[in-house]
């Protein structure tokens, strides 16, 4: 069984992953809690992944693209997005959102995110 582990979450490192896209994130062995600052007009390309995802806006506004619609998320909002579901995310205005994810994202560990990244993979 693996030990308890307590964190402060201003000592967590902040990552720089494009111009307009910033982010920290710890994890345990299933569950992975990450903040995300995306600045006004960036756009996260439609991406899909083994992990549920709960994303909660603390501030601003996220335009989310799934299944052909539109989805507004504000501020004390919160969308679930199922397992395996393509989604898009563009921020309204300069936006800070947790979200959650079961299991962990392993391409957030290993740096093989290249979509948030401005890359292709």
Known sequence: MANATKTSWDGVESEQLSETISRKFIHGEKVMVAEIRLKKGTVVPEHHHESEQVTWIMKGELIFEIDGKEISVKAGEVLVIPSNKPHK??????????????????????????YLRGKQA
Do not use: H, K, Y
């Open 89 to 114: 995310a563009t921020a309204v205005e300069d936006t800070i959102d947790m979200d959650l994810f079961s299991p962990i994202r392993q391409d957030w560990i290993t740096g093989n995110d290249q």
